[in-house]
């Protein structure tokens, strides 16, 4: 019997302007283009406070109380925070995986604005 395979598609190229391929790949992850949507009303504040539980998360330590506190400190609903939190976490886990060599903060900063 044949095996099927689901390929998964997504609907945001990251082809950059100058033919460069994106960090992220050849194709945004959903949760990137998802976080990408809640984010744009977002204070600075609050996103750092997001970032920073993000980079908790990824060294490996609890972040529950942290993401309890930017939840009850925001109007954010659970849902938004947690669709921001999955897009952060893979923005930078694709980002920390790569050789420091290979991610260049211009190039970075770039991808970053593409996405908006």
């Known amino acids: 019997m044949a095996s099927v395979r689901s390929v998964r598609s997504y609907s945001s190229s990251s ?4 033919d460069r391929i994106s960090y992220l790949g ?3 992850p959903p949760e990137v283009e998802v ?5 744009k009303d977002l204070d600075k ?3 750092r406070k997001i970032l920073k539980a993000v980079v908790g ?5 609890d972040c ?3 993401v309890k506190v930017i939840q009850q400190n925001t109007s954010l609903s659970q ?11 893979t923005l930078l886990r694709v980002a920390l995986r790569l050789p420091v060599l290979t991610l260049k903060q211009e190039a970075f900063k ?4 593409e996405l908006r």
């Open 110 to 113: 770039e991808d970053l604005k």
């Open 79 to 89: 849902e938004q925070l947690s669709f921001i939190i999955a897009g952060a976490y």
């Open 35 to 39: 976080m990408v949507r809640h984010v």
């Open 45 to 47: 504040e609050t996103f």
């Open 64 to 66: 529950r109380e942290a």
């Open 15 to 18: 082809v950059i302007n100058n």
């Open 57 to 61: 998360a990824l060294e490996g330590k």
């Open 26 to 28: 050849a194709k945004i």
